[in-house]
């Protein structure tokens, strides 16, 4: 009888570590799998894709899907400015938030189109009203119509964005930066600051 005893709270004390050792196990499992996962960090510096490059480095969504396709632009004699990117370029990237900067003082004026070169379908010849007609297979890549639809710049790489400024100024007939005001956001408190002098 006191083997029997001994035996069930032999048992019993077995099952107890058992479970504890289940349950650690399970725990240490989940925890280890989490050190093995490899974080979501963007980084502006690698070939990775990550996403979007206007959502996440240019700071910028509204830019994809672009307002308005070139069709539609050269129908309007709108200028329209084509930046040819992919998504897991650095270059690109890093490209992005000029293009933003382009879209504060020129969104409204210019069809502002964002075109990733992976979407462009094989063909032999496309027509002059398709984007992909003047890419030269380069990215990222700017090419601005003016409002006849003729390509008045072909900049290839991270041009600096003065150089695409002082085209746009051409475009639209504005003064030279050299003769005009700084072009400058205007920060929210400046509607303010009237008031507090």
């Known amino acids: 009888m006191i083997l029997i005893q001994l035996l069930t709270s032999l048992s019993h004390r077995l099952k107890i570590q058992l479970t504890r050792l289940v349950v650690i196990s399970l725990i240490v499992i989940a925890t280890g799998s989490i050190w093995w996962i490899s974080p979501a960090l963007a980084t502006i510096n690698d070939d990775r894709y990550e996403g979007n490059v206007f959502v996440l480095f240019g700071g910028n ?9 070139l069709p539609t632009s050269l129908k309007r004699e709108k200028p329209a400015i084509l930046v040819f990117y992919v998504d897991d370029s650095s270059d690109c990237k890093q490209f992005s938030g000029l293009v933003t ?6 969104g409204r004026a210019a069809s502002i189109i964002p075109v990733t070169v992976d979407s462009f379908i094989d063909k032999d010849k496309y027509s002059s009203d398709e984007p992909a007609y003047y890419y030269s297979g380069v990215v990222p890549e700017t090419v601005i119509l003016d409002q006849k639809g003729k390509v008045v710049y072909d900049g290839k790489g991270q041009v600096p964005y003065e150089e695409i400024d002082d085209v746009l100024r051409e475009v639209f007939d504005l003064l030279p930066r050299s003769e ?11 509607f303010n600051s009237g008031m507090t002098n």
């Open 61 to 69: 969504g509204s830019l994809v899907p672009p307002r308005m396709d």
């Open 101 to 106: 900067r382009i879209q504060e003082f020129y």
């Open 180 to 190: 005009s005001e700084v072009l400058k956001r205007r920060s929210f408190n400046e």
